[in-house]
T-cell receptor, first 115, second 112 residues
């Protein structure tokens, strides 16, 4: 069964460093998403991406964050200058819109620890 | 997105059916009801979705009230692997937004 894959599974970085989290969405999907989950808290929406541009973003997704689809298969989330509060599990997801709505498929997550 | 209300936690014995309720009294006519679950240390996993009629798949059944103000996810025989947080999410097909908004869900504990 097709799946969303994410790398790395775990990354430790120093505060202020740049981090890039990578994702390979399901191949025929057109919408891409990043969510995050701080330990013990809810899954939070960050951003959605369609047709090579951001379609929606949350208040969390400030100027420190950016997304890119550099080629036909990868989808990346960049955090320019990490803060301690960016420590969380980051989930990539993708979906294919149909007339019955969309079902979003999530990856296993990238656990980011900022020290 | 319309709001959903779920119990914080539920317990079930292994191999017994589990009925996980969700209230969504402000649902609109074009909102689909989606259920996801999140196993420990994993990403959310699609379980089932429906609009008006009850739905069955290999994982679960979804029973939707006639007025659509509530729904119930049914796991026919709970196993230890079904211990997870279950999320009920409404998805509009007309709002132009495709994101899901997760609530706190129901934490299901399965007792051996």
């Amino acid at each position: 069964e097709p799946e969303v894959t994410q790398t790395p599974s775990h990354q430790v970085t120093q505060m202020g460093q740049e981090v890039i989290l990578r994702c390979v969405p399901i191949s025929n999907h057109l919408y891409f998403y990043w969510y995050r989950q701080i330990l013990g808290q809810k899954v939070e929406f960050l951003v959605s991406f369609y047709n090579n541009e951001i379609s929606e973003k949350s208040e969390i997704f400030d100027d420190q964050f950016s997304v890119e689809r550099p080629d036909g298969s990868n989808f990346t989330l960049k955090i320019r200058s990490t803060k301690l509060e960016d420590s969380a599990m980051y989930f990539c997801a993708s979906s294919f819109i149909t007339s019955s709505g969309n079902t979003i498929y999530f990856g296993e997550g990238s656990w980011l620890t900022v020290v | 997105d319309a709001k959903t209300t779920q119990p914080n936690s539920m317990e079930s014995n292994e191999e017994e059916p589990v009925h996980l309720p969700c209230n969504h009294s402000t649902i609109s006519g074009t909102d689909y009801i989606h259920w996801y679950r999140q196993l420990p240390s994993q990403g959310p996993e699609y379980v089932i979705h429906g609009l008006t009629s009850n739905v069955n798949n290999r994982m679960a059944s979804l029973a939707i009230a006639e007025d659509r103000k509530s729904s119930t996810l049914i796991l026919h025989r709970a196993t230890l692997r079904d211990a997870a947080v279950y999320y009920c999410i409404l998805r509009s097909t007309t709002s132009g937004t495709y994101k899901y908004i997760f609530g706190t869900g129901t934490r299901l504990k399965v007792l051996a």
